[in-house]
């Protein structure tokens, strides 16, 4: 542990009321919360009791209890992760164990409610993210309804500095709810912290590695139609325009600060405004993938982003737009004509494209060796169309095989002047490599590269890439065709069918292009059956292709070709339509066996040899076996793997700052290691202004952080305790004030607390928090029926405007209504909007001049109609709830709690439920069951009861199904489904 | 718009009170006529409607609990049609909603006359009208119902729907993915693959 991490652990203990840790991310969270608690332990002597750990993330989790249970020792300190499903009588018993507990507040919400769980056990509760306490979240209610009782310390802590000064003075109410006075701040630039991680710093090497000139075009065009989606979004006069730059935009967090500003006004936004807001979204991630992904992986992204955003976007249309699809393709392949010009640039003839065509040129240049040798040209002869692969691989594979050489190298030296014998062992401890990206498919691709060579992968996912492209089109006919061979011979047509042909030239190019494509596949998957059974020749499957799809042609147009291309004669077309045609027969009846297998040899075939040669144009080294010991590492699985592996070598191949603090930690724990770290940047890239903005702004939130603390106002008693928001039930406030309403009467207020039943799925949500802030008593039971009982007849169920859009689309409202209908004198659809939204449903525009059934105000007007002893409560906000609860609870008795439990459980087998049925489901798993075709309400819960899965469903014989669905035509209906081939790009 | 002649069957009668109503020039898909009655609006056999805005309310604050008073019992569904026209919408919009309601009246807010001329319309035009498009429903076009299915679970987009459906062919097959084969997918994260899989291979119940 750093003298640092002590002083953090030692202020906090300081005051008895605890406090509230604002640390940079990527500092020890895990350490400084493991060593409170054993201080705490040690405090606390007294047995039984708990410690309380909440909200803490999976990976802190687990990094804490590798802190606390050393291996080899006896466990300081009693550790369990309580699952929600753990039954009540189990969770008990852990209560009273002088353990520390990771709880999620939902469970334990319920237990202090039902005084499972008395406040005065606990002897302390770490709130693990800090960022999310608001006076109405869960933890704060926990938080009070710990501190009402019992005077304990609460510590919170946070990483996140910049999400802890998002909105006014967040941090100041957090802590006001959380019942904390001290707030510490521990930013990367504190005396004692960067003193500690400067002792010894780690030896850095920062890597630039330029972009290709086709990655930097697509990177400008990206940025391009970012400006342009933000100029257009200035243009509603909606935002305030200075947070809109396109700095701002490459960071998730841009979404925040527009949402933010237009969610006041959102429902009375037009389409187009929101298609922007989610147009920004998809451009952050094309940018963001552009350095992540390889050249295929990323084409087939952008792919299926055309096909699933097809004509809502803004920006696909954009003229940067298509630059970004061209240069993405250009990165992959091109289709030149058989005498070497460019088909695409000939057709457009404009200098710009002119340009780009001899810029490909450069660029193959550069690329090396291997890569040109490997292009296989696919020649369709009499077509005249090439189909030339050019599979651009990623800069960074290049440098980093570069440095592990250079790294192993450097060992072998060092180990040379030790003079000791190169052993497996003492290689392994000091020279572990670790590589760190952003995420697991990203470390698999390297560990494939490293192995296997980078053009073996870019084949694979080429090849990949090809025969999905195929078997698409192979499903297109599937229906007249047994054949389930995906060979594209046919007449093919373009990916996306959009629009009908207004042009027709271009239709046929892309044809042409796709064929191209095919007849590509089509020798992949040949050659792949070659090596499966040597002697099948046949070709009949190909043949039938030619007979269909002639019609398609003017459909298949690729958006992009469109409206770049000048519009070919009508000649020329259909030349070309033919010579495409005739192209196909000839080119599949000459393709003979041979003649691929020789020309995938060139291309794939002995890989190793390949790799061999890559090898050996940089180093000595033949073998690649010489490569240094090399772990990879995904920073997006948050596992703490530096004290684990340890390595000596560390290449941040995606800089993550987070990741780099964690470096610098481990570096200082281990002062006497030597640690060199790589950082591997694209030169000039979003990727480097990313990591750089995150430094300043990190360092912004704690600037404010600091103003904040100096100007903080937390209110304490007598005895120094902090006191917290204002509690309506404390005995005393709430008889006075009654007292004064009552006075005329002279009767003594009723002795009776109010209480409402609560459906636990809602603990969710902050209602019951805050009813339970205005002195009501919460019951908290799984009901099958509504979500709120106020009364023996007062039922409501409670939508949020989302909630009510979305279950009026699936139709569950209707259901959710009917059985409240159906078990409840009054039943009352709850609207609750939300406080910092708009109050209202659309905006004007949205209305229309016709009665349209997709329109809220139908769907309203007919549940209306169908249930007219409906009772509908619309609700400005949480509070405004609250007060309609009260003031609908007057004058009506109190609900009985196991009425309210029996109401519309099916009673076959006479069971009654017991309360935390609701946590022992997977019900993201039950969601997605009864949206199945074939499912329905009465058959879901026996599907269920007969398999165990999801996964298990889908492996189901249709018979079983039958038995579980109750129909034939049920479950056939399901396995149909289950097994449909998905027909995404047609 | 509103004629004197005897009043048709298909359309909606509007009390002479409601005379000068600016909401009337909004019934454009509906036919309505003055008559002799004691709701505002008459919408259908056993519906009828009562319109107050907030404003009228916070001047009269008795007035809306006297109509109501009015109204026979012979009328199944009573609508009280609310013009939200101020700012301040907490505690006039409170009693109403609490009037209403012990008065079994159902509540419908409007933000603008448009609003809530066009709930007067929707209710009478779909006074026979089967609730199959609020129900749940059955589309049958398969890309919609995967899509429905998948995006059940958090965070699952179309673009995801369709890289799942492209890289595994089949929705058994992507149930029966594993999570190197999910995390392969371009676009799916780490959270979004432990989702996935957890949906698809976790048990319905965790406790048997």
Redesign the interface.
Known sequence: MLPFEEQVVADLLEDPNGGLVVLSSGLPLASIASALLLQLHHHHQSPGGCFLILSAPDPLKAQIRRLLLQPNSQPLLQLHDVAP?L?AHHRAALYSSRAALFLSPRALTADLLTSRLLPSRVHALLLMSAHRSSDTSSDAFVARLLRQHHLLPVYAFSDRPHAMVSGFAKAERAMKSLYIRRLHLWPRFHVLTASDLERAPPEVVDVRVPMTQPMRGIQVAVLDAMDACLKELRRTNKVDVEDLTVDKGIFKSFDEIVRRQLDPIWHTLGKKTKQLVADLRTLR?LLD?LVR?DAV??L??LD??R???GVRSVWIFADSSHKIFHLAKRRVYQVVRADGTNLLADNKGTPTKKRKVTQKGKETENEDLSAIKGNAQKINAEMGILLEEILEEAPKWKVLRELLQEIAEEQIKRDGENVQPLNEDGFKKSGIVLVACK???SC?QLQECITKGPHQVMRAEWEKYLL?KA??HGLHRKNKKTSQQPKGFGVLDGEVPMGSGESVGPSSISNLETNALLVAASEISIVTKEVNAKDDSNVSGRKRGLVKGKGKFKKAITNRETSNRINKSTTDRSDLEVEGQSGKTDGCAEIDASKFSTEEDSASAPAVDKAANYFSAFGDLVDAKLLPPVEFY?I??DQHVLDVWKPSVIIVYHPDITFVREVEVYKAENPSMKLKVYFLFYEDSAEVKKFESSIRRENEAFESLIRQKSLMMIPVDQNVRCIGPALANEPEARSSQNSITRKAGGRKPSEKEMQVIVDMREFMSSLPNVLHQKGIRIIPITLEVGDYVLSPLICVERKSIVDLFQS?A??????QIETMVRYYK?P?LLIEFSQDKS????S?SE?G???S?T?I??????????F???????S??LH?TV??FL??KTNQDEPDENKAMRVGVPSEDGVVENDVRA????T??????R???GVTDSNYRSI?DG?????E???LPVQRLAQLVGSQKGARTLKE?????????L | AGSSAPAPKNSILVSHRQKGNPLLKHIRNARWTFADIVPDYVLGQSSCALYISLRYHLLHPDYLYYRIRELQKNFKLRVILCHIDVEDVVKPLHEITRTSLLHDCTLLCGWSLEECGRYLETIKVYENKPADSIREHMDNDYLSRLTHALTSIRHVNKTDVITLGSSFGSLSQTMNASMEELARCPGIGERKVKRLHDTFHEPFKRVS
Request: glycine share 2%.
């Open positions: 499903d039954p991630k993938y992904y992986t990323y087939k992204f299926t982003l096909v699933s955003e995420d697991e498919s698999l999905g078997e698409l995904a997006d699985s009026f699936s139709g569950r409202l209707y259901n009054i009352v109050f209202s449903f659309q004007a209305i001049d016709d009665v059934p329109n105000i139908s769907k309203l007007s007919l549940l209306v109609l169908h007219p002893r409906l009772r509908i409560v619309w400005r906000s405004a007060d309609i003031s609908l946590e022992n489901y997977n993201s798993a039950i969601e997605f069951l949206r199945l075709p269920m398999c165990n899965s999801l996964a469903l889908a492996l489904f289950l097994d449909a081939k998905c027909p995404t790009m």
